[in-house]
């Protein structure tokens, strides 16, 4: 070892971090789609009208607990990457850049969690798999039903975490 690297350590972890980080992210929107795929099923679970057959489905409220539960992970490796920022002296990317791809994706995190969220409390009882053809955005006259996201994203930049 160098006394330049016992001096002046280098973190090289933020790669593992930020993987770890984004394995989640994954596994959040794996989530949501197994609720979107599911929902009409979810639904009838969280009325007792499902079949009830050797496996009881998710409920609505099953499927969001493991996004919120999964959003949280992320909230704390988030933390846990700014807590390393700030603790670092060489990092292996510029800081900013590593704080500003964490907050992003915290962010995706955020969305996922706010969508798992949106269906159920709008009284959605079904899920439909298919898209108009060839729209990518929501006709003009529904732009009065969209909100702003949750504004506890921005927190993220400012090193704070949320709870729900």
Avoid: C
Wanted: proline share 6%; no cysteine.
């Amino acid at each position: 070892m160098k006394l330049k690297d016992w001096l002046v350590p280098r973190e090289e972890r933020f790669f593992d971090l930020l993987k770890e980080q984004s394995v989640l992210v994954h596994e959040g929107t794996e989530a949501l789609v197994a609720m979107l795929e599911g929902y009409d099923a979810a639904v009838k679970a969280g009325t007792g009208d499902a079949l009830t057959t050797g496996t009881q489905p998710k409920t609505v409220r099953d499927h969001k607990r493991s996004v919120e539960e999964i959003e949280h992970r992320g909230d704390m490796k988030t933390h846990e990457i700014y807590t390393a920022l700030n603790t670092t002296f060489i990092t292996p990317l510029d800081r900013d850049d590593i704080g500003n791809l964490a907050s992003s994706l915290a962010d995706i995190l955020d969305f996922t969690y706010a969508t798992a969220n949106h269906p159920h409390p709008h009284a959605v009882h079904t899920a439909t798999t298919e898209l108009p053809h060839g729209r990518l955005t929501p006709p003009a006259h529904a732009d009065h039903h969209r909100t702003a996201p949750p504004s506890h994203t921005s927190a993220h930049r400012g090193h704070a975490t949320h709870s729900h």
